[in-house]
C-alpha cells in the first residue's frame, strides 16, 4: 500500500465498566478485573437481568462540551463524547481544526475532518417515561387515545433528541468543528467496527484528513430486554464477576454492560505532516454478511477473517493475536471457534467480554482498543473465567498475561443480524 494511502491510529480514547480512560482500562485487563456485578434493583431476583456491567466513576462533565448539551444526551451518548475527546486530545486535535489558519500552525479545515460512529436507537429508562404513561391510565386500564390528548402534554420537547441514534456523531462533530462527512451504522454488536472500516475508507478515497471513528452504547436498558428479549442471557446466579465465561465450556450465555470506544484516524502522510506519533497502521480490514445459521456463520467468520489478513499483506502465521468477539453464548462462540482454528490454527486468542460483557454497538471497539494497547505494550492480555477448555471451541485461550510474540493483531465482531466486521492493526 503507499505511504499516502496508509490510515494510522492516532487517538483513543474508552469509556468502559472496568476503566475510564485507556491507562485505566489495560491495567485492568491485564490485572484480569471484571466490571460485572449484581443491579441493586435486583439481587433479590433470579431474572436474567440481575447482573451487568455498569460504568462507574463517570463525570461527563469533565468532557462534555458545552455542557449544557448535556441535557439532551442519555447516558450512552455522553459515553461517546467523553471517549471522543479523550481520543482528539491524545492525537492532538484541539487547537489545529479552525476555520482560519493560524501563523506557525499547522492547520486542519473542519470541512476534512468526518465523524462515523455505530449506535443504535437509544431505550429510556423506564422511570423517565412512567409518569407520561399514568397519564393514559383510567380505572388502572391503558387507553392509547389518551396518547395525544393527555400524554403529549409530559413530554419534554426535546426529549427524542437524547435517544436518536445519530446524535452521538453530531455532538462529536459539534464539540470538535468537524464539517466533513458524518454517518451513523446501526448494524447490531459490530457497528463501532464497521464505523471504522468505514472511517479509513473515507480516508484512503480523499473524502477526510482526519475522521474521528468509535461506538457507543448499553445492553442494559429494561425497556431494550422488553422489546429483544432476554434468550440469550446468562442464567448464571453464582458470583456475578464470573458469569461471562466466553469460549468456556459452562458458558451458558452472555452478560450486558454499557460504554463506548473511539479512535483517531488519519493518512499517515498526513499524520507525519503534522509530527503526530502513529499508534498502530490499520492493515487490513473486511465487511461481509452471512446468514446467522451455524454452518455459514463458520465460514462468513473464516472468509472475514482471511480476507482482513490477505489485505493487510500478511500470512495468518504472522497474526500474533485474535482479538475475538466471544460473548459466553453457546452456538456464536463455537463457530467462532471453529472459523480461528481453521484458519489460524494455534494462534493465541483473547476475548475481553469475560470483563464486561456486551456493551452493544460498542463493545466491538472497546475491545478492539484492548487489541491496539496490547500491540503497545507488546503484551496479551488474559480471558478471565475461562475454567473449562471445551472441545467444541478448540482455540489457545490465553489466560494469564504474556508477551506478544508478532507484531500484528486481528480483531473480529459479528451481530446476531449477520453482519461481520474484521480488522488487522500492526
Not at 14 to 36: C, D, K, M, N, Q
Not at 243 to 256: E, Q
Not at 370 to 388: F, V
Amino acid at each position: 500500500m503507499k505511504s499516502d494511502h496508509k490510515v494510522v491510529v492516532t487517538g483513543m480514547g474508552v469509556v468502559s465498566p472496568i476503566g475510564i480512560g485507556t491507562e485505566e482500562y489495560i491495567a485492568s485487563l491485564f490485572a484480569g478485573r471484571s466490571g460485572v456485578s449484581v443491579r441493586d434493583e435486583f439481587a433479590d431476583s433470579e431474572l436474567p437481568m440481575r447482573i451487568a456491567a455498569p460504568v462507574t466513576g463517570f463525570d461527563p462533565k469533565q468532557f462534555v462540551k458545552p455542557r449544557k448539551a448535556l441535557k439532551i444526551m442519555c447516558e450512552p451518548i455522553m459515553f461517546g463524547c467523553a471517549a471522543a475527546a479523550m481520543a482528539a486530545e491524545q492525537a492532538g486535535l484541539s487547537d489545529l481544526i479552525a476555520d482560519e489558519p493560524i501563523e506557525g500552525q499547522f492547520h486542519i479545515s473542519p470541512d476534512r475532518v468526518g465523524t462515523v460512529f455505530g449506535t443504535e436507537t437509544f431505550f429510556a429508562d423506564p422511570h423517565e417515561v412512567a409518569r407520561v404513561f399514568r397519564s393514559c391510565i383510567v380505572n388502572q386500564d391503558y387507553q392509547h387515545d389518551r396518547w395525544g390528548e393527555f400524554a403529549m402534554r409530559e413530554i419534554q420537547p426535546l426529549w427524542m433528541l437524547k435517544y436518536l441514534p445519530n446524535m452521538a456523531a453530531s455532538h462529536i462533530s459539534i464539540a470538535v468543528n468537524a464539517r466533513g462527512p458524518s454517518n451513523s451504522i446501526c448494524q447490531g454488536a459490530a457497528s463501532g467496527l464497521l464505523a471504522v472500516i468505514e472511517a479509513a475508507s473515507l480516508i484512503t478515497r480523499g473524502a477526510a484528513d482526519v475522521v474521528i471513528a468509535g461506538g457507543t452504547g448499553s445492553q442494559m436498558a429494561l425497556t431494550a430486554m422488553l422489546y429483544r428479549g432476554t434468550d440469550l442471557l446468562s442464567r448464571s446466579m453464582r458470583d456475578a464477576t464470573t458469569a461471562s465465561r466466553p469460549f468456556d465450556k459452562n458458558r451458558d450465555g452472555m452478560v450486558v454492560g454499557e460504554g463506548a470506544g473511539v479512535v483517531v484516524l488519519e493518512s499517515l502522510q498526513h499524520a507525519t505532516a503534522r509530527g503526530a506519533t502513529p499508534l498502530a497502521q490499520l492493515a487490513g480490514s473486511s465487511r461481509l454478511f452471512c446468514s446467522p445459521d451455524s454452518n455459514d456463520r463458520v465460514a462468513g467468520i473464516e472468509s472475514s477473517l482471511r480476507i482482513a489478513t490477505k489485505k493487510a499483506g500478511i500470512e495468518p502465521e504472522q497474526i500474533g493475536l485474535v482479538n475475538a468477539s466471544a460473548s459466553g453464548e453457546i452456538l456464536s462462540d463455537r463457530c467462532e471457534a471453529q472459523a480461528i482454528r481453521n484458519l489460524f490454527g494455534d494462534v493465541p486468542v483473547t476475548a475481553h467480554k469475560s470483563n464486561f460483557g456486551n456493551l452493544g454497538p460498542g463493545t466491538s471497539v472497546v475491545e478492539m482498543i484492548g487489541g491496539l494497547l496490547a500491540l503497545q505494550h507488546q503484551k496479551i492480555p488474559p480471558t478471565i473465567n475461562y475454567d473449562t477448555p471445551d472441545p467444541d471451541c478448540p482455540v489457545n485461550i490465553i489466560q494469564q498475561t504474556e508477551a506478544l510474540k508478532q507484531n500484528s493483531v486481528i480483531k473480529t465482531s459479528f451481530s446476531a443480524t449477520g453482519q461481520i466486521a474484521t480488522v488487522v492493526f500492526k
